[in-house]
């Protein structure tokens, strides 16, 4: 009665059924009112939305957006981006071989290795303590060879719930 599940990434109620938030409704309702087309966004996505979310990310004096040095792209959800994500380092990077945590998001395995990278664990939960092993993890990487990619989860880590704090 005290826990809610997390690892489904999205709010499901005591039916097991994920509602639609009341502003959800009134938003798409807006938009449904406001929409002009129905044409296709260009390949990169909406170039509003894109320049909007640097702008988010890297504040808007940034030099990064003034200097035009940062690229965003849309993806079709998490999994799709880590997908897009793989897929261009696997044309960049083809020798390289993908460390992921351990655990890690059971989707983590099937993108990686779908896109052709073979795959190494470095170490990041500890469930005799429930925290992150964060000396067996920076053991671990600093095992990897040179060249190698690690994926790490910068919040909220899937499946263990514990992240890295700001020290670390």
Not at 88 to 104: G, H, I, R
């Amino acid at each position: 009665p005290q826990k809610v599940n997390l690892g489904a990434g999205a709010y499901k109620d005591d039916a097991g059924r994920t509602p639609i938030l009341e502003c959800v409704k009134a938003a798409e309702k807006i938009l449904l009112e406001n929409e002009s087309s129905k044409s296709y966004l260009p390949i990169s996505g909406d170039p509003a939305y894109a320049a909007g979310v640097q702008k988010l990310i890297f504040g808007g004096d940034s030099e990064v957006l003034a200097s035009k040095r940062a690229a965003t792209v849309h993806a079709p959800g998490g999994t799709g981006a880590l997908r897009v994500g793989a897929d261009l380092l696997k044309k960049f990077m083809p020798d390289a071989k993908v460390w992921l945590s351990s655990p890690t998001w059971a989707n983590h395995k099937g993108v990686f290795s779908t896109a052709g990278f073979p795959l190494g664990e470095y170490s990041y939960y500890d469930p005799a303590t429930k925290a992150v092993d964060f000396a067996g993890m920076v053991k671990s990487l600093k095992a990897i060879p040179a060249g190698d990619i690690v994926l790490l989860h910068a919040c909220c880590h899937n499946p263990s719930g514990v992240d890295l704090d700001n020290e670390q």
